[in-house]
Structures are given as C-alpha cells and as structure tokens.
C-alpha cells in the first residue's frame, strides 16, 4: 500500500544533508532580514525571507524523521548561529574579537559533544 511516509523517509545520511541544508537556509534568512530593512525593494525581500524561512522550518521536520530531535536541532541552530556570525564578520564587517571567535567555537564544540554522547 502507498504511503506519503515511504516517499519521504531518508538514510541517515541524507537525513544530514538535509539538515546542513536547513541550517543553510536559516542563515539565509537571517541575512535576509538585516538586507530586508536596507532594501529599496523590502516586499521582495521580506517574501525571498520568509520562503527562506518556511523552507528551512520544512526542512529540519524532514530531517527529524530520522535525526534525534535534541541533536538535530541543536545541530541546526548552531549552523544558523555560528553561519550567521561568520558571514556578518566576513561579509558585513563586523568584528572579529577573539572572544567572538572563541565562543563561536564553543557553539560548535558544544555542537559536537551532543554529537558524541548521541
């Protein structure tokens, strides 16, 4: 019998592309909203923010069907966070103190240990 669920069910490893490319989308649309309120066009903006938004959202559920919620999430939003303070230093120019840079990589070392204890 067909099932909506047979469609949709994803390896393990295709479970995390799929989840590195929600994280993807979050920092695209944190980046969407800074560009959003500088844009002489902010409906297209806000619009390419919020399929960006949706989209990611979308994503992280289809990956939560086969990724452990607590890892799978924390894994998406350091992506988000840790992405979205790295373009902000390497495309907007904003600093790069070595306290910012080291508490980046204790999101990812943090990141990495629920990795480990899963």
């Known amino acids: 019998m067909f099932s909506p669920a047979t469609v949709f069910s994803l390896s393990p490893l295709l479970a995390w592309a799929v989840l590195l490319l929600a994280g993807l989308l979050e920092i695209g649309w944190a980046l969407g909203l800074k560009s959003a309120a500088a844009s002489s066009r902010p409906a297209l903006m806000w619009s390419a923010t919020l399929a960006a938004m949706a989209a ?30 790295l373009v902000g230093i390497f ?28």
């Open 56 to 85: 990611s959202v979308g994503l992280l559920a289809l990956a939560l069907k086969q990724l452990p919620l607590g890892l799978a999430y924390a894994v998406w939003t350091a992506i988000g966070i840790a992405g979205t303070a």
């Open 91 to 118: 495309l907007l120019g904003e600093s790069a103190s070595p306290l910012r840079l080291c508490s980046i990589g204790l999101i990812l070392a943090g990141v990495a240990g629920l990795k480990l204890s899963a």
